[in-house]
Nanobody
């Protein structure tokens, strides 16, 4: 079983920065993809950024140049550095990890989400 915990959300003014953290624990052998999603009230969950173990990264257009995703495999962790935040970035941010367990089974696990509010 794999647990995922996000942290780092909060209230920030427009133009400010936040760094979100996500860590996996439990029966993890390797993590292939690490993914950040977000969901604003009344909208569907959308992909924000992801990175893979072979170095591939991808961002949704609305955050390119402002957000940076990076991972620390030694800690089973992924981070999302968010700069130049805008009110439209307000959402609950979720982390998703996909990989394999020590028994060789695939897993895909979600965290509980962390709230980001961008407001003056």
């Amino acid at each position: 079983q794999v647990q995922v915990v996000e942290s780092g959300g909060g209230l920030v003014q427009p133009g400010g920065s936040l760094k979100l953290s996500c860590a996996g624990s439990g029966d993890i052998y390797s993590i292939y993809s690490m993914h950040w999603y977000r969901q604003a009230p009344g909208t569907q969950r959308e992909s924000v950024a992801f990175c893979t173990s072979d170095g591939w990264t991808n961002y949704t257009d609305s955050v390119k140049g402002r957000f940076t995703i990076y991972r620390d495999d030694a800690k089973n962790a992924v981070y999302l550095q968010m700069d130049s935040l805008k009110p439209e970035d307000t959402a609950v941010y979720y982390c998703n990890l996909e990989g394999t367990t020590t028994w060789g089974f695939s897993f895909g696990s979600w965290g509980q989400g962390t709230q980001v509010i961008v407001s003056s």
